[in-house]
């Protein structure tokens, strides 16, 4: 499985930004799909998730900014981002849980590369 993430960029405060994420590859089933951030000098965190049959979740911190969406035809996860801040500044990563093959019944944890989002005036 591989995940492609894109849509990084330079916004200014109070902007919006759109990120995708599309998974390629042998993919049986997606358990669930995410999206993490880590702020330069700092460690990585959550900030959404949209479970195969669940309800999102937010971070506090981004709460109400921001939407998590997915389309499935498209193996595809977005993240929405409004009302940007400078603290929203990091690398973002798209992950997604799930199962290959039919023949394993494990799941996997893939991560895409990373796409930088910087909010500055």
């Known amino acids: 499985v591989q995940l492609q993430a894109s849509g990084g960029g330079l916004v200014q405060p109070g902007g919006s930004l759109g990120l995708s994420c599309a998974a390629s590859?042998?993919?049986?089933?997606?358990?669930?799909m995410g999206w993490y951030r880590r702020p330069e000098g700092r460690s990585r965190e959550l900030i959404a998730t949209?479970?195969?049959?669940?309800?999102?979740n937010y971070a506090d911190s981004v709460k109400g900014r921001f939407t998590i969406s997915k389309d499935n035809a498209k193996n595809t996860m977005y993240l929405q981002m409004n009302n940007l801040k400078p603290d929203d500044t990091a690398v973002y990563y798209c992950?997604?849980?799930?199962?290959?093959?039919?023949?394993?019944?494990?799941?996997?944890?893939?991560w895409g590369q990373g796409t930088q989002v910087t909010v500055s005036s």
């Open positions: 992950n997604v849980v799930a199962r290959p093959r039919l023949s394993d019944p494990r799941m996997y944890s893939y």
């Open positions: 590859g042998t993919i049986f089933s997606i358990n669930a």
């Open positions: 949209i479970p195969s049959g669940g309800p999102t």
